[in-house]
């Protein structure tokens, strides 16, 4: 097995997941068969139970695995399905010690976090590493190692040590380090620094790794002189020092690193010159112009509860942006924060709940995602019932279809009352509940997780025509209530259309209006599966039927 490793230094938020991503595609592009790894040092377990302001969208993989975004960056760049062990945790490895610990596989030992600990993290990159994830036989040829976090966090320093080993063990041709940092221009100067990335090659030095390339982060193109002293003073070679400038669209960042012969110098570093062939990313180079050419414009409503921080729903963005590509038109995403939409936000906020009305309005369609917890609820209830009345296409994503079926029991049903028991317990008509083999003691991975059948009961459904005339489609969940089963006869009777429903016949999964243009709800996440030459088949909506035809 090959390793390319990929730190970063200075600041955090440079950039290492697309970097990363960005050398697997360039690496498949040479016919090499890539996999790869995410190391996030925190102490939890998985990122399941951590707020998406803090940490971003929590992705979900066909294995129930709850794991940080950057998977879904590899996944839809190299087009592979990952498992949960390809995301290692401080959490992860010092549970396996001390279970190993407590059933007396060390018996007699001090356990120590050298060399168990990195004797654990190795075994787990070695063993993840040959796991195939591109639905092809066999393993991979170079395996892609993400280091969260920046060269000195404490918490890293394990990792920095197992990998110090596993460079030394694997041999130099098995093995490739490459450092992003960031190159900074002072304002009143104008020049580009070098002296953070000095500083931080030099501790990644001192802690036993020497990188084989810098991933230079700037604004503009490196300019030869400062390569020049990059080199000088960082003991790398200048054709080694790889330049990742701010491009209109990631789709770029393949291009970038071929047009620097990226490839050739990484290929040369690990010993696959002889079985790589030239890089093929005609496809790339037609996603990256097609969406810089774009000038058609579709507004869409985004209303959700974590718009303060983007990165909270990064798949449903993609997802929408993969299907506005295929349709030759550019996302305009409007942000929504779903409290804003309020009544009490008249009184309290009138400029903002003018503002998100005013927005909301001129939305060419709505979707509500995902979310937990009662705050913007009554705003995401509002917009539902909007779009409902005027015709407005609605796609609502798990939290998004509960709120639907809230909003048509209330409107329709004339259940004033109606909630989940989420976010009122006590409700009269509850037409969300908990579902009951949820557990109410623990709260990470004890959602209904992963790739879950969802079985469309009519084929004359839209969402049924969207898939391909199906009759099910597999798509990842991540849930814990669910609607009512007792009033599924009566939401019917008024016209909702109960179309999907699990494996058992009762969970419902896909709710549809049959006198509106476009109004889906799914209980399953359709942006999770969503590639960049596959678009989910939810967000292209009935524009698909133009491609089919």
Not at 93 to 113: A, C, H, M, N, P
Not at 369 to 394: C, H, I, Q, T, W
Request: with cysteine; glycine share 8%; net charge negative.
């Amino acid at each position: 097995m090959k390793y390319v490793l990929v730190t970063g230094g200075v600041v955090s938020g440079l950039g290492k997941g697309v970097t990363a991503s960005s050398i697997g595609v360039v690496l498949e592009a040479c016919g090499l068969r890539v996999t790869s790894i995410k190391i996030d040092p925190y102490l939890n377990t998985d990122a399941g139970t951590m707020s998406p302001f803090e940490h971003g969208e929590v992705f979900v993989l066909d294995d129930g695995g709850e794991v940080d975004l950057d998977l879904g960056n590899y996944e839809r760049f190299l087009d592979v399905t990952l498992t949960k062990d390809n995301n290692i945790t401080t959490g992860k490895i010092y549970q396996s010690v001390l279970d190993k610990e407590r059933k007396g596989d060390y018996l007699g030992k001090t356990v120590q976090v050298v060399p168990h600990i990195t004797d654990a993290i190795k075994d787990w990159i070695e063993s993840v590493s040959l796991i195939p994830v591109d639905g092809k036989e066999g393993q991979a040829d170079v395996c892609v190692i993400e280091l969260g976090g920046t060269v000195g966090d404490i918490e890293s320093m394990p990792f920095i040590e197992a990998l110090r080993q596993l460079s030394f063990s694997v041999g130099q041709e098995n093995f490739c380090l490459i450092h992003v940092s960031l190159i900074p221009v002072l304002g009143v100067v104008g020049e580009q620094k070098t002296k953070p990335t000095q500083h931080s090659v030099r501790e990644l030095r001192a802690l036993g790794l020497t990188p084989h390339f810098l991933a230079c982060r700037s604004a503009q193109p490196l300019l030869e002189a400062t390569k020049a002293k990059l080199s000088q003073f960082c003991h790398v070679p200048a054709a080694n020092i790889l330049n990742i400038h701010d491009v209109p669209n990631i789709w770029h960042v393949p291009l970038l690193l071929r047009n620097q012969n990226a490839h050739h110098s990484i290929l040369k570093q690990l010993n696959l010159t002889s079985v790589a062939t030239a890089p093929d990313l005609d496809s790339w180079t037609k996603m990256a112009e097609t969406f810089d050419n774009l000038t058609d414009h579709v507004k869409i409503a985004m209303v959700g509860k974590y718009i303060g921080l983007t990165d909270s729903y990064l798949s449903v963005v993609k997802a929408l942006l993969h299907a506005c590509i295929a349709c030759s038109l550019k996302p305009q995403i409007e942000w929504i924060a779903a409290s804003d939409l309020e009544d009490e936000s008249e009184k309290s906020t009138p400029e903002a709940h003018a503002a998100a009305w005013k927005i909301l309005k001129s939305a060419e369609c709505v979707l509500v995602p995902g979310g937990f917890g009662d705050r913007g609820v009554s705003g995401m209830v509002l917009a539902a019932k909007y779009a409902r009345e005027n015709k407005v296409p609605y796609l609502g994503i798990c939290l998004g279809m509960q709120i639907a079926v809230i909003e048509f029991a209330r409107s329709v049903l004339g259940l004033e009352r109606a909630n989940s028991t989420e976010f009122d317990a006590q409700t009269p008509d509850p037409v969300v509940i908990f579902m009951p083999e949820g557990s109410r003691t623990h709260m990470g991975s004890t959602m209904r997780l992963g790739s879950r059948r969802t079985h469309l009961e009519s084929r004359d459904s839209l969402t049924s025509k969207l898939y391909g005339d199906v009759c099910y489609v597999d798509e990842r969940h991540r849930h814990r209530y669910e609607v009512n089963p007792e009033v599924s006869q009566v939401l019917e009777e008024a016209g909702l259309r109960l179309v999907g429903k699990d494996d058992t016949g009762k969970r419902i999964e896909v709710i549809e209006l049959h006198d509106h243009p476009f109004y889906v709800g799914v209980q399953f996440h359709p942006e999770f599966k969503s590639r960049p030459t596959r678009p989910s088949p939810l967000f292209l909506g009935k524009s698909l039927f133009s491609f089919q035809n």
